[in-house]
Every structure is written in C-alpha cells, then in structure tokens.
Nanobody, 126 residues
Framework: QVQLVESGGGSVQAGGSLRLSCAFS????????LGWFRQAPGKEREFVSG????????RYAASVKGRFTISRDNAKNTLYLEVNNLKPEDTAVYYC???????????????????WGQGTQVTVSS
C-alpha cells in the first residue's frame, strides 16, 4: 500500500520560511497526482496546492499563491512544499495526499485523494 510521510515542519517567526517534504513509497510514484492540504485548530481542512504526475500543472489556493511553491522529484519519490513569507494564519497541520490518475490532472477536492500522510505541524508566531 501507499505510504506518505511528511517532514520539515517547525516553529518560525512571521516572515520566515520552511521546506516541507513528503516521502512516498509502496507504489509507482510517477502514476500519482499529489497535493498538500492543511488544517488549523477549529477550522476545516483546506486545499493548499496540487501538482500533476509530470509536474507540468500546478494549482494553489489564493491565500498562498505567490508565497508557496510545490514541486516533485520523480527520481527521489518525494513531494515538496516551499513555504515563504509565513504568516500566523498559516499555522496548521500540513498533510500530503496522493491519487493515481492521468497526466495533466490536479485535484483540489480532498475527497478525490485516496492516500494521506500523518501530517507535519507548522507554527508561525508574530
């Protein structure tokens, strides 16, 4: 079965940066559409970013566009999310997710994904 393990979270000051990673194993990495979601205390889980199988198509939530960058390294079976100019509102548990599908597709609904990581905490202080 697919296993996804997030890492790279931590506590930073507003304006700081982190690089989150998601290690994938158990299936063929290049068959999978990938995404990042986050959930803050008292709020629903929300879409952050997604990337297609080949990395040619990316999507971002309006709240993070211009600050976050999603990428994947298909040689290392790893998904990344570079988070820059962090704000206190970015504080959340960040999850990676995966689903096999066609090239050129990105899913933004969490119900479309079938495999999930355990999450990594990002805390931004002011």
């Amino acid at each position: 079965q697919v296993q996804l393990v997030e890492s790279g979270g931590g506590s930073v000051q507003a304006g700081g940066s982190l690089r989150l990673s998601c290690a994938f194993s158990g299936r063929t990495f290049t068959n999978y559409v990938l995404g990042w979601f986050r959930q803050a205390p008292g709020k629903e889980r929300e879409f952050v970013s997604g990337i297609s199988r080949g990395g040619t198509v990316t999507r971002y939530a309006a709240s993070v566009k211009g600050r976050f960058t999603i990428s994947r390294d298909n040689a290392k079976n790893t998904l990344y999310l570079e988070v820059n100019n962090l704000k206190p509102e970015d504080t959340a548990v960040y999850y990676c997710a995966a689903r096999p599908h066609n090239y050129g597709v990105v899913f933004i609904r969490d119900s479309k994904y079938e495999d999930w990581g355990q999450g990594t905490q990002v805390t931004v202080s002011s």
